[in-house]
């Protein structure tokens, strides 16, 4: 199973654009990567999901390069409210049944 | 919207019980999971099912059993509770991804357990 990383925590502010980047170097070529929200004493929520390129929702969008090595999850404009734990999940849904491997997640804190 | 219920938010349990915890969706998925989250060591998964009776261990299954009797719900056991389970444990479920697309997790609220 690929196995991720990302960055232990990262501070913005109000209005700015985040970016957080997750490595997968091991990513299978029927892997998505996926990624989740958590806020305290709540479980994970899906933000967003993607297989290559780019991915765009109302919430956040998704860059993926080619060699599909890495991700990045830009979250637009943040506000005091997406302060929470993101993780980057990468897994072969179909075939595994779901059995993929969580990062250690990011602990993004927005300050106003 | 999916819902997926845990059978208690707060769980306190002394050192040697059997300890059941139980996880309910109600939108017909096949698969389900039965996740530990403890702080700086981020979701570990411990055991999944993609069937009723079926079942497979994740990255931490060893002091865990589960049982899948019905689709729709799914145990996970301590058989005897040791003070290291003390953590945050997590269900989750999912409907098979079919050719081309993949699911989503849906997670439940989680349940808190302390060991003492």
């Known amino acids: 199973l690929a196995k991720t990383t990302q960055p232990i925590s990262m501070d913005s502010y109000e209005g700015q654009e985040v970016n957080i980047t997750c490595s997968h170097n091991?990513?299978?070529?029927?892997?998505?990567i996926t990624w989740y929200q958590q806020f305290p004493s709540q479980g994970p929520r899906f933000i967003i999901q993607?297989?290559?390129t780019k991915v765009t929702n109302e919430v956040a969008s998704l860059f993926i390069p080619a060699d599909r090595k890495s991700s990045t999850l830009s979250l637009p404009r943040v506000s005091l409210s997406d302060t929470a734990v993101y993780y980057c999940?990468?897994?072969?849904?179909?075939?595994?049944?779901?059995?993929?491997?969580f990062g250690d997640g990011t602990t993004l804190t927005v300050k106003p | 919207d999916v819902k997926v219920t845990q059978s208690s938010r707060y769980l306190v349990k002394r050192t040697g019980e059997k300890v059941f915890l139980e996880c309910v969706q109600d939108?017909?998925?096949?698969?389900m999971f039965w996740y530990r989250q403890d702080p700086g060591l981020g979701l570990r998964l411990i055991y999944f099912?993609?069937?009723?009776?079926?079942?497979e261990k994740g990255d931490i299954p060893e002091g865990y059993s589960v049982s899948r009797e019905k689709k729709e719900r799914f145990s996970l056991i301590l058989e005897s509770a040791s003070t290291n389970q003390t953590s945050m444990y997590l269900c989750?479920?999912?409907?098979?991804?079919?050719?081309?697309?993949?699911?989503?997790?849906?997670f439940g609220p989680g349940t808190r357990l302390l060991v003492l």
């Open positions: 989750a479920s999912t409907i098979t991804g079919t050719s081309g697309s993949t699911e989503t997790q849906y």
């Open positions: 091991n990513i299978a070529t029927n892997d998505y």
């Open positions: 993607g297989y290559k």
């Open positions: 999940l990468v897994g072969d849904i179909n075939t595994n049944a779901g059995k993929s491997t």
């Open positions: 939108m017909d998925h096949e698969n």
């Open positions: 099912s993609y069937d009723v009776k079926m079942k």
